[in-house]
């Protein structure tokens, strides 16, 4: 767990935006892993997802507060949470100012149709370059879609980690490119699901807040974040041996 949590960024979230905005500006091609523990436990898990993460092109940025809390157990120091929901509107709002173009690839159609409509009311300049649901069957054909098109941003909401493993096997056919898989962020933006109210988010239980809203997520959280903190522990343990 120890050589994930390494390589995630360790600046400020207004850092890593700034960052991004250049990284937009020079074309450089970017893929944004937003972690939470689940995603992590995947890598222990799966030696594909690990190359993923392992590789120097990915870059991964603390979404989930577990990510912190486990960090400081293994002694190192993330100074907070870099929501990926919050990236995503930060990217869509650079991308209008500066001329950008951006593909939505994710949610279900009424979702994205409604994430659209938004979008074209909020920030009338922008260049949506072309969009598509992700209950198509052949999510392939989407990719081959985008790299025809060759957005500036790539945004691609079909959960982890079916979105981030797609987005890796496609990276290297492109030159430029913002990638980054953005969970239920389209849900969110869409208006169709409310985040959590704004003091869970200060209070950093978000997660709390997803969790009571969605059964389903309870064994998610017991396989990604109860056994990851046993994980943690363990590796600890062992460097104090
Ligand atoms: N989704 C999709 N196609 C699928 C499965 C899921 O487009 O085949 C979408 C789903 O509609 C939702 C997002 O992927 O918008 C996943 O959201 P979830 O809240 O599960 O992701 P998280 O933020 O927890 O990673």
């Not at 409509?117 to 969009?131: A, S």
Request: glycine share 8%; net charge positive.
């Amino acid at each position: 767990m120890k050589k994930y949590i390494k390589k995630i960024y360790n600046g400020t979230q207004k850092e890593y935006e700034n960052y991004l905005k250049n990284q937009l500006q020079k074309e450089e091609k970017t893929f944004v892993v937003t972690a939470n523990p689940e995603i992590l436990m995947l890598g222990e898990n799966k030696k594909s997802f690990d190359s993923l993460l392992m590789d120097p092109q990915t870059q991964i940025v603390a979404d989930g507060i577990g990510i912190i809390k486990g960090a400081k157990m293994l002694g190192i120091h993330l100074p907070e949470r870099i929501p990926g929901v919050e990236l995503a509107e930060m990217l869509l709002k650079t991308c209008a100012e500066s001329n950008k173009s951006v593909y939505l690839f994710g949610a279900s159609r009424q979702v994205l149709e409604q994430l659209v409509t938004n979008l074209r009311t909020t920030y009338p300049t922008l260049n949506i370059i072309g969009f598509a649901d992700g209950y198509v069957s052949d999510k392939q054909s989407v990719f081959e879609e985008i790299k025809r098109l060759t957005p500036d941003v790539v945004l691609v909401a079909l959960g982890a980690p079916l979105q981030e493993e797609l987005i890796y096997q496609n990276l290297s056919a492109f030159k430029k490119g913002i990638f980054m898989g953005v969970g239920g962020s389209f849900d969110v933006l869409s208006g169709m699901k409310k985040r959590a109210p704004k003091l869970f988010i200060k209070l950093n239980l978000e997660w709390l807040y997803r969790m009571a809203g969605s059964p389903k997520r309870w064994k998610r959280f017991f396989n990604g974040n109860v056994k990851y903190i046993w994980k943690i522990r363990k590796e600890v343990k062992n460097s104090n041996d």
